[in-house]
């Protein structure tokens, strides 16, 4: 079956510490990766995006990720996090030609000043 | 470009009345999302167009719901009779085509609460 898990539901952490969110997915096919960050009462924003070459990839705000193909994970990271890095995090794959992607179930971030 | 847009930002509305949430997606993407966010149940998959034409309506929860997509700028969905069940934010998305990997664009959501 097609998934995504992210095995952190809530974390919370203070400023400048780093930040590391899991994210594995079961896909039987070519995929698109992605993070979307959805801070409180605003709608869901793109935060970084793998399809292909360089399985690191570099998004806004200083967050990455890295895409393990044989572990079928891609994680999200950020050396050093912020205040403002509150939010709640979601992981999402989209199979090559396919309409519907599929998410996972969030992770709650919560960073105290 | 303005983004996806969506109205209204906040809908009340009693048991059993109509309710309808318009979305107008970026200009030129073909795929529209309809998405209905709640605490329970996360993010689900309501309705997908594609060219305006309706492609998989699976996740529409009950015949109560409907959605439309006349043309390439407008997109509604409807809620009749509308249930406190519903309450729930509800995003429309737009993308280039299907399986851009650009990802969506997500307009800012409704939120519904029917009481």
């Known amino acids: 079956a097609q998934s995504v898990s992210q095995h952190n539901h809530h974390v919370i952490l203070s400023e400048a510490a780093s930040l590391e969110l899991g994210c594995n997915y079961s896909y039987g096919g070519t995929v698109n990766l992605f993070w979307y960050v959805q801070y409180p009462g605003q709608h869901l924003q793109l935060l970084l995006k793998?399809?292909?070459?360089?399985?690191l990839v570099k998004g806004i705000k200083g967050f990455e990720a890295e895409f393990i193909k044989s572990k079928f994970s891609f994680n999200l990271r950020k050396p050093s996090v912020q205040w403002s890095d509150t939010a709640e995090y979601f992981c999402?794959?989209?199979?090559?030609?396919?309409?519907?992607?599929?998410f996972g179930t969030g992770t709650r971030l919560k960073v105290l000043a | 470009d303005a983004g996806v847009i969506q109205s209204p930002r906040h809908e009340v509305t009693e048991m059993g009345q109509e309710v309808t949430l318009r979305c107008k997606p970026i200009s030129g993407h073909n795929s529209l999302f309809w998405y209905r966010q709640t605490m329970m149940r996360g993010l689900e998959l309501l309705i997908y167009f594609n060219n305006n034409v309706p492609i998989d309506d699976s996740g529409m929860p009950e015949d109560r719901f409907s959605a439309k997509m006349p043309n390439a700028s407008f997109s509604t969905l409807k809620i009749q009779p509308s249930e406190p069940r519903d309450s729930a934010v509800y995003f429309c998305?737009?993308?280039?085509?299907?399986?851009?990997?650009?990802?969506?664009?997500f307009g800012s959501g409704t939120r519904l609460t029917v009481v």
């Open positions: 999402a794959v989209n199979g090559l030609g396919t309409y519907k992607y599929i």
């Open positions: 793998y399809f292909s070459g360089d399985p």
């Open positions: 998305a737009s993308s280039l085509f299907v399986d851009s990997p650009e990802g969506y664009t």
